[in-house]
């Protein structure tokens, strides 16, 4: 491999890792808060491509008006699952395994209805449809290194998602709320909390970080189908457990190693190629046997 190969494929593992740590993080929220895997994050990465998408070629929106438009349908799309099928357990003192089978019906009803509503045949997102400029598809070139201007609109767009989200968990009130509801619902309730607001408002955040994760999704992989966020989600779920479920900064960090590592192992050896996808269970399996808590979890005392 040269040099120019090197940076090219590294380039591409950052954007993917970037992605992957989007969706990571809506995961590892709504784990921090609730102790559930919310199986449907997957299938609302999925719902923001669609929006994006339809927004574009049947409303005739301009790419910046569409992502937009979708983020905010995502956002709403979040708090509707949070409202309808999760908050009816909390208030009913549901167990656990509850909430785990709901989560996995409410994906299953997602995945059905987007076959329904959108069609079961794959939509090509391009550029030549609108649905972002075609300048973004141009390739840059630095001496030899041939880097796509897309690959950096990537990683620019996802750091600076990760940003505002720094910024709102540790930075404002509603992220205070979050972080104390995480610690202990009963305490924070009794703190004047609203947990089912604070709850309802990270279902919000975490869509919407799924929202920017699918749309670059859908410019980086221009086709859409209604199981297009089952694998994504289902590496994303990983990378969040590799960076310890419950850290959001845990999950930034499993998204980029997983992202790097998917790329990097088969960029160096490529007759690995088509054992890709099993890269990213080896890592899940090596770090559970060595750190079980993940990179970055912390390992919670529990009462007996």
Not at 146 to 168: D, E, H, K
Not at 288 to 301: D, F, S
């Amino acid at each position: 491999m040269t040099i120019q190969m090197f940076f090219q494929h590294l380039a591409n593992a950052i954007s993917l890792g970037s992605i992957y740590a989007l969706i990571a993080i809506g995961y590892t929220m709504v784990y921090g808060i609730l102790n559930l895997i919310n199986f449907a994050h997957g299938d609302i990465f999925t719902f923001s491509m669609y929006f994006a998408f339809y927004a574009v070629t049947l409303f005739l929106f301009p790419w910046w008006a569409a992502f937009i438009f979708a983020i905010v349908l995502t956002t709403l799309l979040g708090a509707t699952i949070e409202r309808v099928a999760y908050r009816p357990l909390r208030k009913a003192n549901a167990p656990k395994i509850s909430g785990l089978i709901t989560a996995i019906g409410v994906s299953f009803f997602l995945q059905n209805f987007a076959i329904v509503v959108f069609g079961g045949r794959a939509k090509s997102f391009n550029p030549q449809l609108g649905v972002y400029p075609t300048q973004f598809a141009q390739v840059l070139k630095f001496r030899d290194v041939r880097i796509p201007l897309l690959t950096f609109i990537i990683i620019g767009a996802s750091i600076l998602a990760l940003l505002v989200l720094v910024w709102i968990v540790y930075r404002t009130k509603a992220g205070m709320a979050m972080r104390a509801v995480s610690k202990d619902v009963t305490a924070a309730k009794l703190m004047g909390i609203n947990t089912d607001r604070t709850i309802s408002q990270t279902f919000m955040l975490g869509s919407a970080l799924a929202a920017v994760g699918g749309i670059l999704w859908a410019m980086k992989y221009p086709q859409i189908y209604p199981y297009t966020g089952m694998i994504p989600g289902l590496k994303a779920f990983i990378a969040a457990v590799v960076g310890g479920i419950g850290s959001i900064p845990g999950a930034m960090l499993g998204g980029f190693i997983l992202g790097v590592a998917e790329i990097m192992i088969v960029a160096f050896l490529p007759a690995l190629a088509g054992y890709r996808d099993a890269i990213a269970y080896i890592i899940l399996i090596v770090i559970l046997l060595v750190k079980p808590n993940g990179l970055l979890g912390v390992e919670i005392g529990e009462k007996v």
